[in-house]
């Protein structure tokens, strides 16, 4: 029972935030697109690098949603640094996590995980500039003109709402359940403080960023996680680490990373990414207080957030998330008439609904394709059609990142 309890006053507790953050992430998808971001992102300059960056700050693009982005605006003249600025600060924060961060550990820490974001895009952007000149690209990746669109016919009222209310959360539903999940069941078996030994300092980042590095975990998801790490005695610090370097980057950025910047710049974007991250905790630890962070937010919140309110919040994420599960893992297979030929590739390296959707489009665009599924769950691309090319199909599986298992 205190389980089920302890998991309703977190969910309920997010719910305001998570809600306005859906709404502001789905206007931003509609108004800040590709095109607009492409549009300053040229040459080689560290302007571009900083914009890159401010662009990158808020939209709610998980480690492998942005990568069909990256390649995109690569492909469209943004220069390398640029590109890895885009890469490092998107994932990081999002305007969905940067609201559920008030909601959870409170408004300073809020404020300082963009700050960090955009340390972190700088000075990766900076160093691959300075230290990386080899303009060509040994394995450029290619991501068709309108992989990242959505559907014209709409108008953009409606397409921000299905995106920040259908589209976004299927891709955090999975990982924020288990993310609430690990925190409930973690408050009641782990004593309170039980980290607070080794849970400080420089021994207490390293350990969150073995933990974080490898791991696929979105910006908004790591929040409870991250709740739970600073309860059990692991500082704000440490956490910080945690909240930047798990939603940065995982094993199949790094590996797509090596294909759109190549071997030396992917080792300066991981570097990038632990050298801001620890800096950020350190400087964290310094400077603020821990209890004054975290208090805050929970007693502010009281103030202008009522009770009815939250709990009518809580009522509408938990529509938002059971429909995000029904698209996510019951969503219809494709339709394969008679006079069509169905086949499917086994592929690795797909983890959201962006990896699924730049898999569809690019593969509808070859002749004889009629019609597309990629399940990014089952790790299969399911397609249907006549007189085309599976070697065609493979390329473009493999141009776009991914694996194929034969």
């Known amino acids: 029972m205190d389980f089920l309890l302890s998991i309703w006053n977190l969910f309920k507790e997010i719910s305001p935030y998570l809600i306005l953050g859906f709404i502001i992430s789905g206007f931003l998808s509609v108004y800040l697109t590709v095109d607009t971001i492409k549009k300053y992102l040229g040459g080689d300059s560290y302007l571009s690098i900083f914009t890159a960056t401010i662009f990158g700050i808020p939209l709610p693009l998980c480690s492998c949603g942005v990568i069909p982005v990256s390649a995109y605006l690569r492909k469209h003249g943004a220069s390398k640094g640029a590109t890895a600025s885009f890469l490092i600060s998107t994932p990081q924060t999002g305007v969905d996590s940067i609201f559920i961060t008030y909601g959870l550990l409170g408004p300073v820490l809020a404020i300082y995980r963009p700050i960090v974001a955009l340390f972190s895009g700088v000075l990766g952007g900076v160093l691959i500039k300075n230290f990386d000149q080899n303009l060509e690209d040994s394995n450029s990746l290619e991501c068709e003109d309108d992989c990242c669109d959505d559907l014209e016919s709409q108008s ?12 976004l959360p299927v891709d955090i539903v999975s990982p924020l359940l288990i993310g609430l999940f690990i925190s409930a069941l973690a408050g009641i078996l782990i004593p309170s403080n039980y980290f607070e030994l080794y849970g400080s300092g420089i021994v207490g980042m390293i350990i969150m960023l073995f933990l974080g590095l490898p791991t696929y975990i979105c910006a908004t998801a790591s929040v409870p996680i991250a709740y739970m790490l600073y309860m059990k005695g692991f500082s704000l610090g440490a956490v910080l680490v945690f909240l930047m370097s798990g939603p940065a980057t995982n094993a199949t950025t790094i590996s797509v990373c090596w294909k759109i910047l190549g071997k030396k710049s992917t080792i300066i974007y991981l570097l990038s990414i632990i050298i801001s991250s620890i ?9 603020i207080p821990n209890v004054v962070l975290v208090n805050s937010s929970n007693d502010l919140a009281g103030h202008w957030i009522g009770a009815n309110f939250e709990i009518l919040c809580a009522i509408l994420l938990a529509v938002v998330m059971m429909n995000a599960l029904k698209i996510k893992y019951f969503k219809n297979e494709i339709q394969n008439s008679n006079s069509s030929v169905h086949q499917v590739i086994f592929v690795d390296g797909m983890t959201c609904s962006h990896c699924e959707e730049s898999v569809n489009k690019t593969l509808l665009k070859i002749d004889g394709v009629d019609s597309v599924n990629a399940n990014a769950k089952d790790g299969v691309v399911n397609f249907s059609g006549k007189n085309y090319s599976i070697d065609e199909i493979k390329k473009n599986i493999l141009d776009l990142g991914f694996k194929i298992n034969e």
């Open 279 to 287: 800096i950020g905790g350190l400087l964290l630890d310094y400077f």
């Open 156 to 167: 953009k009222v409606v397409k921000a709402l299905k995106y920040g209310f259908e589209r």
